[in-house]
């Protein structure tokens, strides 16, 4: 399960774009943990608020890991939304390399000046 950092609006009222959903991933994004974080990411988009995924924690991830990050990547411009992916992961650009996509997971330049 992500931690989610910034409060969804739940009412009916157009949604405040200037608000963004920080979701911070666990540690192990496997299959077996994805459901919830799926759904809240489903959520944000159709909420048309913007994303960032900060993927610092993630120690181990699995190739439906990948996919959801992916899709989220895919299926944010559709929802007329951005999706920005933060922080540094070992084990994601290890299985991103292992499974040929170097590339498919921007992340977002570091403001830290490193």
Do not use: C, Y
């Not at 974080?37 to 439906?64: E, F, H, M, Y």
Request: no cysteine; net charge negative.
């Amino acid at each position: 399960m992500a931690k989610k950092q910034a409060t969804v609006p739940v009412s009916e009222a157009p949604p405040d774009l200037s608000k963004d959903s920080v979701f911070i991933l666990d540690a192990n994004f496997e299959i077996q943990n994805l459901e919830e974080t799926r759904r809240d990411l489903i959520d944000s988009l159709t909420r048309g608020l913007p994303v960032t995924v900060d993927v610092s924690r993630i120690a181990t991830i699995d190739t439906a890991g990948v996919q959801l990050l992916i899709a989220l990547r895919n299926a944010a411009p559709k929802h007329g939304v951005s999706v920005e992916f933060r922080g540094e992961s070992a084990a994601l650009s290890n299985a991103l390399l292992m499974l040929g996509l170097p590339d498919a997971i921007p992340m977002a330049p570091r403001h830290d000046g490193r």
